[in-house]
Structures are given as C-alpha cells and as structure tokens.
C-alpha cells in the first residue's frame, strides 16, 4: 500500500516561512503523476493549494500566489511546499495527496495524516 509521510508544519510569526515536504513509498509505485497540498482550517472545508504534475505544471489556490511555491522531485516521489509570508489565515492542517500508479494494484489516489502549520504572533 502506498504511504505518505509529511513534514515540516510548526508555529510561526507573520511574515514568516515553512516548508513542508511529503515522500510517497511503498506499495511497489510504478509512477506518481500529480502531487498537491490541500488544507483545512477548523470549520472550513479542505481546499486545494498547490498541485504539481509529473511534467512540472502547477495549479494554486489563489490567495497564496506569490508566497507559495511547489516543487517536487519525481525519482524521490517527494513534493515540497515552499511557504513565505504567512498570515494568519493560512493557519491550517496541511495534508499531501499523490495521485498514481503502482505495478501491482493498479491506481491510487492517497493522502498524507496531515501536519499543523498555524501562524501566530
């Protein structure tokens, strides 16, 4: 089965910066094609950040526009969440999601436990 593992959220200052990463393993993946980080604030739904297909094309929740950067190293399967300026907005649970193939179970779709990342003064 394939796994994710998350790291990096923590306690910041406004204005201040975090990166988060995430690895998939496991589960005898054959090819990992999209990555993303999602978010959810207490009594909001989950909502996209950032996404980063295999080719490098990426997709951003409006409001973290040039504060957020994702990048990903395919022959890791890892992705990686740049973020600058935060604000107390982005206060949130941070899950990874890896959508994919493996050679033996065919295609999943996974997502991460999920780490804390508040901003805070």
């Known amino acids: 089965q394939v796994q994710l593992v998350e790291s990096g959220g923590g306690l910041v200052q406004p204005g201040g910066s975090l990166r988060l990463s995430c690895t998939a393993s496991g589960g005898s993946i054959y090819v990992v094609s999209s990555m993303g980080w999602y978010r959810q604030a207490p009594g909001k739904q989950r909502e996209l950040v950032a996404r980063?297909?295999?080719?490098?094309?990426?997709d951003y929740l409006d409001s973290v526009k040039g504060r957020y950067a994702i990048t990903r190293e395919n022959r890791k399967n890892t992705v990686y969440l740049q973020m600058n300026s935060l604000r107390p907005e982005d206060t949130a649970i941070y899950y990874c999601n890896a959508v994919g193939v493996t050679r033996t179970m065919g295609g999943f779709d996974e997502w991460g436990q999920g780490t804390q990342v508040t901003v805070s003064s």
């Open positions: 980063i297909n295999r080719d490098g094309r990426t």
